[in-house]
């Protein structure tokens, strides 16, 4: 780290801390600027109550803030899901509902998404909304619908946790626990599912750099579980046209950083299922690892979500064309 001070300014206070903290501090004198170069693990300073020091100008982390998503992935272990290895699977095909709405609902859609070509059914069934007047979601019954529905279509069941006292549940019916945009920092749920022996599905928060969304990740990953995938799903911007951008230079980004899969749900980000197809292509062509995408067979009667949802022959007509794209 190199912490720039102004030329007159006193260091002596600032060094002192440092060195407190069990930092090693060279100090360089210039005719504009003192630069303090800081040797050691910085990933504990933060750069606010640095700059809150006087005379201090700027911050400058030269290595990223990350201890465990930066590693290499040990290739005597690849992530799974179930019995199969992650890569196998790749694109990793995610579709359903936005919510499990009836037993026979969830059924008829994992049908229709299994052979299409999906891997996963997905299908929320604790639903964290604006609005506490909308669907809150089925909860464990719904959890249970999913699991029959995944059992019976050959498909892997992904869902969202709010609560880690839910986690035992989840593990006896998900093969992969989803943690929503809501709740990417939400610490105590990420400390707990670093202990869970399933995979986690990690999204970016709408409001969240790409730093905080990997930082959330390094919970997982610090707390033991080294099975995570991380998925962007569209950002909050100024423009009002869609329900969010789709941010496909963070999900670059965050592929550049770690070697955790990083998928895309372009559903969310779109808010518009006219534009999911576009932004599935632009999402395997710029190297997503996979996508997660909604499907509903009646939309416009659907519980949430519906505007965003795929009907059954667009989301085949979609597997064909990544097919084609991948092959």
Known sequence: MIIILDVD??????????????????TLKGDTHVLLYVMGDT????????????GVVDVIRTKE?????????PKERPLRIGKRRFSEMTPFIIAGPCAV??????????????????????????????????????EREGLIHLRKAADEAGLYAVSEITDKEDLSFFEEH??????????????????ALGKAKKPVLLKRGFANTVEEWLLSAEYLLMHGNPDVILCERGIRTFDSATRHTLDLN?????????????????????GDYRLVEGLSKASIAAGADG?????????????SDGAQSLKPKRFEKLMRAITAYTE
Not at 16 to 22: C, I, N, S, Y
Not at 65 to 73: A, E, G, I
Not at 103 to 130: D, M, S
């Open 101 to 138: 709405e009836s037993a026979e609902q969830i059924a008829k859609i994992a049908a229709t998404v299994a052979k299409a070509g999906a891997h996963a059914l997905r299908g929320g069934a604790f639903k964290p909304r604006t609005s506490p007047h909308s669907f809150q979601g089925l």
């Open 9 to 26: 300014a006193s260091t002596e206070e600032l060094e002192r801390d440092l060195h407190d903290k069990g930092y090693v501090v060279h």
């Open 291 to 303: 996508l997660m995408i909604e499907v509903h067979n009646n939309p416009f009667q659907a519980f």
């Open 174 to 191: 998900v093969d992969i626990i989803q943690v929503g945009a809501r709740n990417m920092q939400n610490y105590d749920l990420l400390k």
């Open 43 to 54: 990933t504990e300073l933060e750069s606010r109550a640095l700059n809150a020091h006087d």
């Open 250 to 270: 963070g999900m670059l980004y965050a592929k550049q950083i770690t070697e955790l899969p990083v998928i895309v749900d372009p559903s969310h980000a779109a």
């Open 65 to 73: 803030p990350y201890r465990y998503v930066n590693r290499p992935l």
